[in-house]
């Protein structure tokens, strides 16, 4: 029989903060695809497995592009017209426009260059692990920690001066968190808008060792490049500092977990595919379908909407054992938490070194680290928002 989820849930349940929300486990319990009615009365299609996700995701009859995503899971956009995506603004297009703004970028963000990479990453670390031992014993992880890292490192990639980090990561916050009015998220937007295209005129004018000074001499328009530096900047910041302070929280509420990884340093990697698979903080995307396409025996009608769900497919019991616990020397690979295909995360490898580099060194600095707060106290973002994380986590140690 076909299953139905009539809502996506707003909110997950009380003490499990790492968890996909209870509905959407017991969706995936169910049917690895479900039919989704939309509050505008749309009917789509939730999917929730792991292999139907990976095989929306490698499917160009499912299109990516933002004017064909007139139907939001969450409320009722009336008769607005969605338009399409801003040039350069990759991520809510197709091919052949998506394969011109990403394939400039993609020999910028090789494994071999990011490992490159490695060593202004752990200088970085360790300036900030330092600013924290000085302001410590107590200090909130985000804003010392989670936030800087990736913010410097994307800052020096894309040669955007650090001392704008501030502004543009109060407005990455605003349009990604989920927390703010649609008036206040707009502003955060053309505000962010507005300073990019100020600094690609200025790139123009006196180019830098950077990747965007690297793209002035294709056939890109500056408002191109602009759309190309939006995408790059808020998911080379955003995802990451989520990422670092989730799984922070995480391995701290897992203490055997981070006992094991203090002590067996040959686990960073296999630990940081883990906790991307577990927390997977980019929790659902969207797909329209071009033609009519069979799916888990189900037809989905040529327009019809399918929301994917992320977090469900990484915590799918068909594909990983035992999928709700967070074991760090598990051996199944696979996560879909970069996604998969043509939209596959083009700075998956930037993370990569990130997380690799900083958790272990945040660890092997305070050995005692712990939250400062009872764990049910820590500020998390809302379900709403496009990236799931927290928006503070305060810890303290011995000194």
């Not at 792991?50 to 064909?68: I, M, Q, T």
């Not at 595919?273 to 799916?295: G, I, N, P, Q, W």
């Amino acid at each position: 029989m076909e299953h139905t989820v009539t809502a996506l849930p707003t909110t997950r349940q009380p003490g499990c903060p790492f968890d996909p929300p209870k509905e959407l486990i017991e969706a995936r319990e169910q049917s690895p695809i479900s039919r989704f009615p939309f509050p505008d009365g749309h009917q789509g299609w939730l999917v929730t497995g792991y292999d139907l996700v990976r095989s929306v995701l490698a499917d160009p009859r499912f299109s990516s592009r933002k004017e064909l995503m007139s139907h939001h899971p969450l409320v009722d956009l009336g008769d607005i017209e969605v338009p399409p995506a801003p040039p350069g603004e990759f991520l809510l297009m197709d091919d052949p426009q998506h394969s011109r703004y990403r394939k400039p970028l993609v020999g910028k963000f090789t494994v071999r260059r990011m490992r490159l990479l490695t060593e202004r990453v752990e200088q970085v670390t360790a300036e900030h692990l330092d600013a924290m031992e000085k302001a410590g014993p107590s200090v909130d992880l985000v804003t010392a920690f989670a936030k800087p890292i990736p913010s410097v490192i994307i800052c020096e990639l894309l040669g955007v001066p650090y001392e704008d980090r501030g502004s543009f990561q109060e407005n990455i916050d605003k349009f990604l968190g989920g927390e703010v009015s649609d008036e206040e998220l707009i502003a955060a937007y053309t505000a962010t808008q507005q300073y990019l295209a100020e600094l690609v005129a200025a790139k123009r004018a006196n180019p830098t060792d950077d990747v965007l000074s690297d793209l002035l001499d294709s056939d890109l328009t500056d408002e191109e490049l602009q759309g190309m530096a939006l995408i790059l900047l808020s998911a080379g910041f955003d995802t990451t500092a989520n990422m670092l302070a989730l799984g922070t929280f995480a391995l701290l509420q897992n203490p055997e977990q981070l006992a094991a990884l203090r002590a067996e340093p040959e686990l960073t990697d296999g630990a940081v595919e883990e906790l991307l698979r577990y927390l997977s903080v980019a929790k659902t995307f969207m797909r329209t379908a071009l033609e009519d396409v069979e799916l888990g025996g189900q037809t989905i009608k040529a327009g019809t909407a399918v929301i994917l769900s992320y977090n469900t497919a990484n915590r799918d019991p068909e594909r990983f054992t035992d999928p709700h616990v967070l074991n760090l020397r598990r051996q199944e690979g696979g996560h879909l938490a970069f996604s998969h295909g043509i939209h596959q995360c083009l700075g998956q490898q930037l993370a990569r070194v990130e997380l690799r580099v900083a958790l272990p060194a945040l660890l092997n600095r305070f050995p005692t680290l712990r939250l400062a707060v009872p764990a049910e106290e820590v500020g998390l973002r809302p379900e709403t928002a496009d990236i799931y994380g927290v928006k503070s986590l305060p810890v303290t140690w011995d000194v």
